[in-house]
């Protein structure tokens, strides 16, 4: 497992979307997914550490060096230095640790209340009563906080990832709604125009889905991160 695929497994492991992890270290959401696909390589290591960081945790874990092996090295190095070299490397260790210390960046972690999921894809049920889960990152003023699950949205949202809502009974052609069809509930791109009404997933390998003669279709919201 490459620093990228690291990368992503620990975001997805801490519940950090790509776009939180962004705004944190200062790229695009889409410079993430390059990082996360091996797209760039040979990061450098200040993009590395700070990565590292907003992720909470070492540069050793997210470079998949194995527990105590470059303290080891390290160490050993050191010990086969002169005196006044030992303590050179120490001034610097010193000012690296100040460093990184003073450049922490916190992610906040909060509780918020989850109505259930929505679909990408097949279409789901939504709870009556919300349950309350962990999630890390910037919170919006939201009305209502849903689970995606399926890849039908992918890029802008992923499977298991967390979405923030605002109630509404209409949109405009091109936002991201929460959708009623059936029964069911679903997260597409909405576009209608004078002959038609469709659902759209932002992943080609999914067909629009065509709501224009369905009485059940109903939207119940906008996403808004």
Known sequence: MNVGERMKAIRKQQGISADVLAEAIGVSRSTIFRYEKGDIEKLPIEVVAHVASALHVSLAELMGLSNGSLPEKISNIVSDLTSDRQQNVYDYANRQLKEQNSNVIHIPRT????????????????????????YTGIIPDYDYALQVNGDSMKPLFTDQQIIFVKYAEEAFNGQIIIAYVDGKAYVKKYHRNSYECQLISLNPEYAPMDVTENESFKIKGIVIL
Not at 111 to 134: C, N, P, W
Request: no cysteine.
């Open 111 to 134: 509780r918020i209340k989850l109505l259930g999921a929505v679909s990408a894809g097949t279409g789901e049920e939504l709870q009556d009563d919300a349950t309350e889960v962990d």
